[in-house]
């Protein structure tokens, strides 16, 4: 069974920070390209970042900067380390892993950020 649990949101002040991780079970985790994703309400969920299996990593331009991806394969663990937090950071933030070459694709359930100016 796959599981992505996400933890670390809350409520921060603007320019405060929070490191949200992402413990996966039931995946090839090392083989699998990583990313966090966003969706705030009335908008589409949105990339934030991505972590491919060799660890090339990429960001929307919105949290270039301020955001850093990183994974350890050795804990199944995707981690998001939030830095200088806006009140626009405000969302709920979802953990993704896909493998192209099965067509795996599979969603954690989110964790609520709020950024409070």
Request: with cysteine; net charge positive; charged share 15%.
């Amino acid at each position: 069974q796959v599981q992505l649990v996400e933890s670390g949101g809350g409520l921060v002040q603007a320019g405060g920070s929070l490191r949200l991780s992402c413990a996966a079970s039931g995946i090839t985790f090392s083989a699998s390209a990583l990313a966090w994703y966003r969706q705030a309400p009335g908008k589409q969920r949105e990339l934030v970042a991505g972590i491919s299996p060799f660890g090339n990593t990429n960001y929307a331009d919105s949290v270039k900067g301020r955001f850093t991806i990183s994974r350890d394969n050795a804990k199944n663990t995707v981690y998001l380390q939030m830095n200088n937090l806006k009140p626009q950071d405000t969302a709920v933030y979802y953990c993704n892993s896909k493998r192209s070459i099965t067509g795996d694709n599979f969603w954690g359930q989110g964790t609520q950020v709020t950024v409070s100016s």
